[in-house]
């Protein structure tokens, strides 16, 4: 029931406890339950609003040193970063960074002291 719940709102997070309740057979109160519940196991961990898609940039950190919890630190700091994963894989971690090009440059310059990176910025949203 809640995986029916998640997809009512990521199809429009404005929708009342109500709407989803007659889309999910559960009353309103029960939906409200439920979305607390889902908030305090952190399985919905906030609230956000759509950036525009193309100040939206990926990117793949290579970390010259072993200083894994101080470059988290660093990244828990950044405003601009939205997203931030350690990885398997190409890279150390991977990133979701949400700003203009002014501001990517200067994020980039600071990540240089933690190692080398590699950008891939949205041209275009498809889906």
Same mark, same amino acid.
């Given at each position: ?18 709407e ?7 009353? @309103?109160?029960?939906?409200?339950t ?23 940039h ?7 040193? =072993?200083?894994?919890? =101080?470059?988290d ?6 405003k ?6 350690k ?13 203009? =090009? ?12 933690? @190692? ?8 275009k949203?498809i889906?």
């Amino acid at each position: 029931m809640n995986a029916k719940i998640l997809e009512c709102l990521k199809q429009n997070g404005r929708m009342s406890w109500q709407e989803i309740g007659k889309r999910v057979h559960l009353t @309103g109160q029960a939906v409200a339950t439920r979305v607390k519940q889902m908030e305090d196991s952190n399985i919905i961990s906030g609230y956000t609003i759509t950036q525009e898609s193309l100040n939206q940039h990926f990117i793949t950190v290579f970390m010259d040193t =072993n200083d894994f919890d =101080n470059f988290d630190r660093f990244l828990k700091k950044q405003k601009l970063v939205s997203q931030a994963f350690k990885v398997t894989g190409e890279g150390c971690y991977l990133i979701t960074y949400i700003g203009d =090009n002014r501001e990517l440059d200067y994020f980039l310059t600071l990540l240089l002291n933690y @190692g080398r990176y590699k950008v891939s910025s949205v041209l275009k949203q498809i889906k």
